[in-house]
């Protein structure tokens, strides 16, 4: 009778702890509706505020909002993702050496990010990165690497072929590889993405910028 207490009583043990384990992740992760006003104000303040000033203020306030709900979910990659969009749009706003210390600091939440999840939001650690590894300068200024982001975007069009943002990003890199042809064809499969519930200001300010590249090759 001892051991069949004591054997029930290691199993209810295990099971709470089990259960207890199993909520722990389930809230580590915010909900689309929490994350959507964010996204929603990024492209509010990226596309609808032309001073970079304003930008810059507007950006780091998103920024200390993002950080504060990361207080209750220091583990959800997506949140990670966009905190770190959010920090390389404020450095691209700011520009200078004194932006560098943003984009490491997104660098690293893209990072952790994909350590976490690969394919959050449907791989775009990746392409955030990749981006950053392009467009940030090289050794001895920054930690440019355009193979590094060859590889990284690889890797995001594996995971999100068709996507708006992955194949914009990455016909920007090839255009800057002098490749138009494979940048054409990559902004052309921009134009054909998906619009993405709520997300209607971001997806006319992007389809705009695939739109000025186009011209651009033509």
């Not at 990024?42 to 990361?70: G, N, P």
């Not at 255009?175 to 921009?190: I, P």
């Not at 054909?192 to 997806?203: I, L, Q, S």
Request: charged letters at 20%.
């Amino acid at each position: 009778m001892t051991a069949f207490i004591r054997t029930t009583t290691s199993l209810l043990t295990t099971g709470l702890l089990t259960l207890s384990l199993g909520c722990a992740t389930m809230v580590q992760a915010a909900s689309p509706e929490q994350l959507l006003p964010f996204q929603q104000r990024w492209a509010q303040i990226q596309y609808d505020l032309s001073d970079e000033d304003t930008q810059v203020k507007a950006f780091a306030t998103l920024a200390e909002d993002i950080e504060h709900m990361r207080n209750t979910h220091p583990k959800d990659p997506e949140l990670m993702i966009w905190l770190g969009i959010t920090l390389s749009s404020e450095a691209g706003a700011k520009g200078g050496l004194g932006a560098l210390k943003l984009v490491k600091q997104a660098r690293s939440l893209f990072e952790q990010s994909i350590e976490h999840d690969p394919n959050a939001l449907q791989g775009s650690a990746l392409t955030s990165l990749a981006t950053l590894y392009h467009q940030v300068p090289g050794w001895p200024i920054g930690f440019g690497d355009d193979d590094k982001a060859a590889t990284l975007f690889q890797q995001a069009l594996q995971i999100n072929p068709n996507g708006l943002d992955t194949n914009y990003f990455y016909a920007a890199y090839r255009v800057d590889q002098g490749d138009k042809q494979m940048a054409r064809t990559h902004l052309l499969q921009a134009l054909k993405a998906p619009p993405r519930h709520g997300r209607e200001r971001a997806d006319s300010g992007r389809r705009s910028e695939v739109q000025t590249l186009l011209q651009q090759l033509n």
